[in-house]
């Protein structure tokens, strides 16, 4: 669903900001992306996106290349940003509204939006409000609303529940699991290791520009996840392959 093979970035720095990721996410998967500031997630996120090209390597969403395919790769995904971007003087309502018919679906009627609304866990009482005087939690479950209205097959945030607070955060991670179990494919970046372990089913550790480690959320408890990050940062330093921890 999402692939990347031997993707890399080198903006002319020694270290590649990415180096050959590879890298599989299949439908209903929600794989954690962790490591340290400057390590390539959102680089690695914004390949996807086609924000940028790759340096070598290919950016696949649903088997299409990204770059030879940039209108029909965007129309699967969805992008949840630390801040979504929305208009803060139109309403939710109108938000929704407009950024599912931005994707391309056809106009979906006041009860069917509302339904929307209501699915990620916002008052009904809020979609005529402006977006303005939202909470930036409720900004965020309308990033999801408007994936949910796209009918996005794939979900990539970048360190979405940052400076959420513990319960919006649950809910956003809530959110994002009842997404994977109707199969969407989910790329999430995140400093967040506890949210990792709880809302992922697999983790990836990057250190570089390279993916250092991987693993099955299941298979970790949260402090050998811990572990496993703080291994991951001495290894990249002493380079190495991509190791795979199993139960
Ligand atoms: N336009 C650019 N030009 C040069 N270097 C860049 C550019 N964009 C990113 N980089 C470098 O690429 C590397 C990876 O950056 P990236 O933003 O992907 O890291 P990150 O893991 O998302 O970090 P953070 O956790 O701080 O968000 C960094 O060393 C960064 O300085």
Redesign the pocket.
């Known amino acids: 669903m999402l692939e990347a093979v031997d993707l890399t ?1 080198n ?3 020694a ?4 180096d050959r990721l590879n890298l599989r996410i299949e439908a209903g998967e929600v794989f954690c ?1 962790l ?12 390949l996807f996106l086609g924000f ?1 090209a790759p340096s070598a390597g290919t950016a696949r969403i649903k088997s299409l290349d990204v770059q030879r395919h940039p209108l029909e790769t965007k129309r699967f995904v969805a992008y949840i940003p630390e801040q979504v971007m929305l208009y803060r003087n139109l309403s939710g309502l109108e938000n929704l509204e407009y950024f599912s018919a931005l994707a391309g679906q056809d106009r979906y009627t006041r009860p069917e939006l509302l339904a929307f609304f209501e699915q990620v866990g916002l008052p009904a009482e809020s979609a005529g409000r402006r977006v303005g005087t939202y909470s930036k939690g409720m900004r965020q479950k309308v990033g999801i609303a408007i994936a949910i209205a796209k009918k996005a097959e794939a979900l990539l945030l ?2 979405p529940t940052s400076g959420l607070d513990p319960k919006a955060s649950n809910e956003f991670s809530e959110l994002l699991g009842r997404l994977s179990r109707q199969g969407v494919a989910v790329l999430m ?1 995140t ?1 967040d290791l506890f949210r990792a372990k709880e809302a992922g089913t697999r983790v990836g550790i ?1 250190n ?2 390279r993916l250092v480690a991987t693993a099955r959320t299941e298979d970790l408890g949260y402090e050998q996840l811990e572990r496993l990050y703080l291994e991951s940062m001495a290894v990249a330093a002493a380079g190495g392959g991509v190791r795979e921890v199993r139960r």
């Open positions: 970035k903006y002319g720095t270290v590649p900001s990415l992306l490591g340290p500031n400057g390590a390539g997630k959102t680089t690695t996120i914004s940028i970048d360190e970046a400093h990057m570089a520009g």
